[in-house]
């Protein structure tokens, strides 16, 4: 599928549908504007090869497994100010879990879902500039695969816990603001290898500000404050 658009649609489930937007082997593509609702599993799949589409200001609530999955993607997707409300019901705002390198998240915002941003089997994407809150988890690195990933810039708050690195090495976390999670600020735990932090604000976050137990670490110019 070469090319396709997607514009003001809506894709409303009701719980009796898998996916809401299912989109394989597509360039080009331009999703826009839509509602995807109340879909058993996702709201839209990207998956088998799927290069250079533009998912934008489509609006996605209620998806009980994920609101944007992105599979086994082609290189240079953009998901740009897309609204994801999960309500309390979906466990993953934005997962990406085998996406090529060279896919981009920006400005989007993630609210009410169990995991915001679920970064697993993927290298070489950025997170740049997302607004995240009131989630379980902010931010979360989940696989070792998940490497030489950038995350800029984004605003994680009244979460449980901001960021958490679970798993994955070579990341950059730079430049971020985690205010005000319940839990800490960051979590680096023993899985996740010669990662960097640097420049972000841990501000007000639980009794702790970051904790890391992880290997080769790299913290610098980081504020932490207000614990």
């Known amino acids: 599928m070469s090319g396709a658009r997607f514009v003001s649609t ?20 331009v999703i826009t504007n839509n509602f995807f609702g109340a879909h058993t599993n996702v709201g839209a799949f990207l998956a088998g090869n799927s290069s250079s589409n533009r998912f934008a200001r489509n609006s996605f609530w209620s998806n009980r497994n994920a609101g944007i999955l992105v599979g086994a993607s082609g290189v240079g997707n953009r998901f740009l100010t897309n609204a994801v409300n999960g309500r309390g019901l979906t466990a993953r705002g934005i997962q990406v879990s085998s996406a090529f390198p060279g896919n981009v998240f920006s400005n989007n915002t993630v609210i009410g879902c169990s995991t915001a941003i679920e970064i697993s089997g993927v290298q070489s994407n950025v997170f740049w500039g997302n607004r995240v809150y009131s989630n379980n988890v902010g931010i979360s690195f989940v696989s070792a695969s998940a490497k030489r ?5 984004n605003l994680v708050y009244r979460c449980g816990t901001g960021a958490w690195v679970t798993a994955g090495s070579n990341n950059q976390i730079l430049n971020n603001v985690f205010y005000k999670n319940t839990g800490p600020g960051g979590v680096i735990a023993a899985a996740g290898g010669s990662n960097e932090f640097a420049n972000n604000i841990f501000l007000s976050n639980g009794n702790v500000g970051v904790t890391n137990v992880g290997t080769g670490t790299r913290w610098s110019f980081n504020d932490v404050y207000g614990h």
Do not use: K, P, Q
């Open 10 to 29: 809506l894709f409303a489930g009701r719980y009796v549908e898998d996916f809401g937007l299912y989109i394989a082997n597509s360039t080009l593509g």
């Open 149 to 153: 990933n950038r995350v800029i810039r």
